[in-house]
């Protein structure tokens, strides 16, 4: 009898840009991509937006990719 293991193709992990804010503001949070990670876990393949990074940068600032994974579905 052979098992067999369900795939998804849903993305692991999503890749944000956070925005300092001045003062006490929080952060902005922009999701600017998702990712996949390898079956072996040693790396993963990325989909970034780029205009989304672009925008940002126009602005002067300093942009820094945040990679989190996602939660799993309870």
Do not use: F
């Amino acid at each position: 009898m052979t098992t067999q293991t369900e795939t998804t193709n849903a993305p692991t992990h999503t890749i944000h840009v956070v925005e300092a804010k001045e003062g006490n503001s929080k952060s902005e949070w922009h999701k600017v991509g998702v990712a996949w990670e390898h079956n072996d876990r040693e790396g993963m393949n990325l989909s970034i937006n780029m205009l989304g990074i672009a925008i940002l940068q126009t602005k002067g600032h300093e942009v820094t990719l945040t990679v989190r994974r996602n939660k799993l579905p309870v």
